[in-house]
């Protein structure tokens, strides 16, 4: 033997994934301490070494496409590894898809964003059918029908896998098909036709370029109907047990997000339901859009989460020139920078949960709240996941370059969310239409500011109204930054330690900083907020 393995870190394995101050503080405050129970035990079935190998068994094998089976017959079908099962699996049977939907209790939404935001720690790529199915409840309510028929299975507990007509199944789940070749985020360009059938459905033909999870049992999709662009229900399997018209013509081999299928397609007269009114296409699926952009939040916090915890424990077990990594100055104020950026983020993303919780259960203010609170976030906590997906990388140096290390996974990932659902600029300017259409929700913004008696958040908040004051189209970016950080600062000041607040506000708020992590200034007490994080 030429060599001992020394200063290397041990496996990160064994440890509760849920066991975040910020996180468990979120769950009490926004109503849903009672799911704690269930969280600690999702979170050590995260941090253990099965799941962590279900993930890399998941991506190591993408998804195939199977078009045809052996003697010729179109099957259109996805064959995933079983891990991908196993996860998915775990994600249904705790209720992060529909059940909160169809549960009375408060808090439900809160305690799903929770579970989520802690299994997404594991894999990424699964999540996308578990948030769509959670979005497409919200659109279905525009179609009362709709929602007694298929709210019960998607909202089931139960992972049924398969093509089968869905009154065989014990569960289902959900998918979108919005996005085409020649329009991208400009749905109104949409080509898809929608024609009206004598009793009553739709024959949809047409080219999608992104229909996400292609497995899933039902999709929303936005086709041109006689009355104008609409959105309609479609189900992979017809209730006669035959295939709809729903030909997948290929997936697409993307960047990260490589454990899940994306796929395009053509519907040939496909059968479709109309939901919600025809020629109302974008105000019915907006419900699920907005409820994907807050899993896009979620997702992105999760894995800044995810990318400190890595780069704590590496740091903690490395070292250099005498002493471990993270006992060194510069590292530390690094490592403090992400946990900054991490607490920030999951902060805000309860807190969006327990506005989304109270809004579907008829709190107006909340409603408010909401929709001007989650469009500045999904734009700015979307954008600073990949930066801080890099970081987090470096702090592991070469190891962390490697596969093996799992890092290139989350920095492959980290773009996706910033993308989904509207890329920045949609974002953006999605802000300044919320808020020129609904100026009441940007009063109710910033009564949520102004719960944190603080000089430092106040004074932002006023620049922040400065700049609502004279922003054109090409300051949306700047807006959607500005407010999220002064409320990011508003609740932190009021629910996080002061030596976390403190740093927050002069780096983000004050400017005493520069322009990488690790810039924080010099007086802030960074192995507090470091300590917190570990």
């Not at 109907?225 to 290929?250: T, Y």
Request: charged residues 25%.
């Amino acid at each position: 033997m030429t060599h001992d393995v020394i200063n290397q870190a041990p496996p990160l394995i064994g440890h509760d994934v849920s066991s975040d101050p910020a996180l468990l503080d979120g769950l009490d405050r926004e109503g849903a301490d009672w799911a704690t129970g269930e969280l600690r035990q999702l979170g050590l079935l995260a941090g253990s070494a099965k799941a962590q190998e279900w993930a890399r068994l998941a991506n190591d094998n993408p998804p195939v496409l199977r078009t045809h089976d052996r003697y010729g017959h179109r099957i259109d079908e996805v064959e995933f590894h079983p891990a991908w099962h196993d996860l998915m699996a775990v994600a249904v049977g705790n209720g992060m898809h529909a059940s909160p939907w169809t549960s009375a209790r408060p808090g439900a939404h809160v305690a799903r964003a929770a579970k989520f935001f802690t299994w997404s720690q594991v894999e990424a790529g699964h999540g996308c059918p578990i948030s769509m199915t959670y979005a497409a409840v919200a659109a279905l309510r525009h179609s009362p029908d709709l929602r007694s028929e298929w709210e019960p299975q998607l909202a089931s507990r139960t992972y049924d896998f398969g093509l089968r007509p869905a009154h065989d199944k014990r569960g289902v789940l959900a998918g979108m098909a919005m996005t085409e070749k020649q329009g991208g985020s400009d749905v109104r360009a949409n080509t898809t036709r929608a024609e009206r059938l004598a009793d009553g459905t739709f024959a949809l033909t047409g080219h999608k370029w992104f229909n996400s999870a292609p497995m899933c049992d039902v999709f929303l999709v936005l086709a041109q109907a006689p009355g104008g662009l609409s959105c309609f229900l479609l189900p992979r399997v017809l209730p006669d047990g035959s295939r709809n018209a729903m030909r997948l013509l290929r997936l697409k081999d993307k960047l990260g997000n490589r454990s899940n299928a994306s796929a395009e397609v053509e519907y040939d007269g496909a059968i479709a339901h109309l939901v919600g009114e025809e020629g109302r296409g974008i105000r019915t699926i907006i419900e699920m859009v907005n409820m994907t952009r807050l899993d896009c939040v979620i997702g992105s916090a999760a894995g800044m989460r995810y990318g400190l915890v890595q780069a704590i424990h590496h740091t903690t077990h490395r070292k250099a020139f005498g002493k471990a990594l993270i006992d060194q100055p510069l590292m530390r104020n690094v490592l403090a920078d992400l946990a900054l950026e991490s607490e920030a983020a999951t902060t805000l993303m309860m807190r969006l949960a327990g506005a989304t919780d109270r809004a579907v259960r008829g709190d107006a203010a909340e409603g408010l709240f909401r929709r001007t609170a989650l469009a500045a976030s999904k734009y700015w906590i979307c954008k600073r996941a990949p930066v801080h997906a890099a970081e987090a990388l470096e702090c592991l140096g070469g190891n962390g370059y490697v596969e093996e290390s799992q890092m290139p996974r989350l920095f492959r990932d980290s773009p996706l969310n910033g993308i989904w659902e509207g890329s920045g600029n949609v974002a953006a300017l999605d802000l300044v239409r919320a808020l020129t259409k609904e100026p009441e929700g940007l009063e109710a913004f910033f009564a949520e500011v102004a719960l944190a008696d603080d000089r430092r958040v106040g004074d932002a908040s006023e620049r922040a109204r400065k700049t609502l004051a004279s922003a054109g189209e090409g300051d949306a970016r700047r807006l959607a930054e500005e407010l999220t950080l002064v409320l990011q600062a508003s609740l932190l000041v009021r629910h996080a330690p002061a030596a976390v607040a403190d740093a927050f506000c002069a780096s983000r708020l004050a400017g005493e900083w520069g322009r990488a992590f690790g810039t924080l200034p010099a007086g802030l007490d960074l192995e507090a907020i470091v300590e917190r994080a570990t």
